[in-house]
């Protein structure tokens, strides 16, 4: 495939695959120990290239030849000028300070002069100075778990040892400001803070971040998903984990959070899911998946060098191949992937086409379609009423923003003009 005619693609790296230094009962993750060990005791292959030996195993850590082996070849896959590393777990910080320090060797090493940049999500519970100063130094972008206040965060996410994290990742904070690291939190709306948006918002804000990622947890329990050739197949009775943030609840969290927000915060603080909407309501792309039109842009190559369709999917019948087998960018444009990311517009419910906000959502994550309805083919997001409420309501407002922007004014020029329009109710 010639340059000019790859799509642009991202990766999400899994340097310590799913291993984690705390025990959330929500997290997805986790349970990919044992579909990885399996595939590892069927497929235990091992490849030899560029005369090292890659033989990583999925349970360890990403290999320095893996390492490299990856760095070089997903710079070269991409077009642009700027290319953004992306890590994430299980917990990325497990894989070592020195693991990332090779990783920075290896970017400046095959850079060709692009530029390169570095994202990191972690749950901040291992960060010392040393972390710190290594982010600070590098220009890192890490963004911090947080869900809310601590007797909500505390509830799930708990250290291996049962011990609660909010302070030790309070402190963590703390230690990225000192060293004016960069940073914006992501939150998972669950059983425990779908209620609480306006708290939420409050607590994150107090914490010193600007930049808000809203994740409602919808997970079906263990004994629901039907073994369907490797394939994630929820059966049509399927129960929901106790973790779940209710149907409407995630409407009800991000309606709150908006209200906060529009009132007083548009332009100081940016929440991604809206600076999206306020994108698609101007005509661009969707900047968030769940949003868009089609899925399928943000892959995720594990420790071994597995290549999957999404972070949501990583199923045996996902799995796109191996770096050290074939190369990144034909793996990430291969017709497995394109049916991947179209089947989120091709597999809408008659319900969902019709529906006036369907440009906004598109059905929402294809992972979320569990609901059954009578007649349809398809199935129906879970969180279907929830994107209406947060749509409908967030709607009058986003016109204004468009309006003032069309106008060569700032988004943040609706407050006021809201603030009167209250004050005349």
């Not at 049509?236 to 973790?243: G, I, K, N, Q, W």
Request: charged fraction near 20%.
């Amino acid at each position: 495939m010639r340059q000019s005619q790859r799509a642009r693609f991202h990766m999400m790296a899994k340097p310590a695959s799913y291993n984690c230094n705390l025990k959330c009962d929500y997290c997805f993750y986790l349970e990919k120990e044992e579909m990885m060990k399996n595939s590892e005791q069927k497929d235990n292959r091992r490849v030899v290239g560029d005369a090292t030996a890659i033989a990583s195993k999925a349970s360890e850590n990403m290999s320095d030849a893996m390492l490299k082996r990856y760095v070089r070849d997903y710079i070269r896959s991409q077009t642009s000028d700027e290319i953004d590393f992306a890590w994430q777990g299980g917990e990325p910080t497990l894989a070592g300070l020195d693991f990332y320090r090779k990783t920075v060797k290896y970017q400046q090493q095959y850079a060709d002069g692009k530029t390169i940049t570095n994202s990191f999500q972690t749950n901040a519970v291992a960060i010392n100075r040393q972390w710190a100063q290594f982010f600070a130094d590098n220009n890192f972008l890490i963004g911090v778990s947080v869900d809310g206040a601590p007797e909500v965060h505390d509830k799930y996410r708990i250290s291996v040892n049962g011990k609660p994290t909010f302070e030790r990742v309070k402190h963590a904070i703390s230690l990225l400001k000192e060293f004016n690291v960069q940073f914006n939190t992501l939150t998972v709306i669950n059983d425990q803070n779908w209620d609480k948006g306006k708290e939420t918002y409050q607590v994150l804000k107090a914490l010193g971040s600007e930049h808000f990622q809203f994740i409602p947890i919808v997970e079906v329990e263990q004994h629901c998903q039907q073994s369907n050739r490797g394939h994630y197949s929820p059966t049509t009775d399927a129960t929901l984990t106790h973790f779940s943030v209710p149907a409407h609840g995630y409407g009800q969290f991000m309606t709150e959070v908006f209200n906060e927000w529009v009132k007083q915060d548009v332009g100081r603080i940016f929440v991604r899911m809206f600076d999206s909407m306020l994108a698609t309501w101007m005509g661009y792309p969707a900047s968030v998946c769940v949003q868009a039109k089609e899925c399928g842009q943000a892959m995720v190559i594990e420790a071994n060098g597995d290549l999957y369709s999404c972070d949501h999917y990583v199923y045996p019948a996902n799995r796109l191949g191996n770096i050290t087998q074939t190369n990144i960018a034909k793996l990430a444009t291969s017709k497995q992937q394109q049916r991947f990311g179209s089947a989120k517009s091709s597999k809408l419910t008659q319900r969902c086409q019709q529906c006036d906000f369907q440009a906004l959502c598109f059905g929402g994550c294809p992972k979320h379609r569990i609901t059954t309805i009578e007649g349809e083919k398809h199935k129906q997001n879970y969180l279907c009423q929830s994107y209406q409420q947060i749509f409908s309501h967030s709607a009058p407002a986003m016109h204004l923003m468009v309006q003032e922007i069309q106008r060569g004014g700032l988004a943040a020029n609706v407050m006021p003009i809201l603030a009167n329009l209250q004050a005349n109710k």
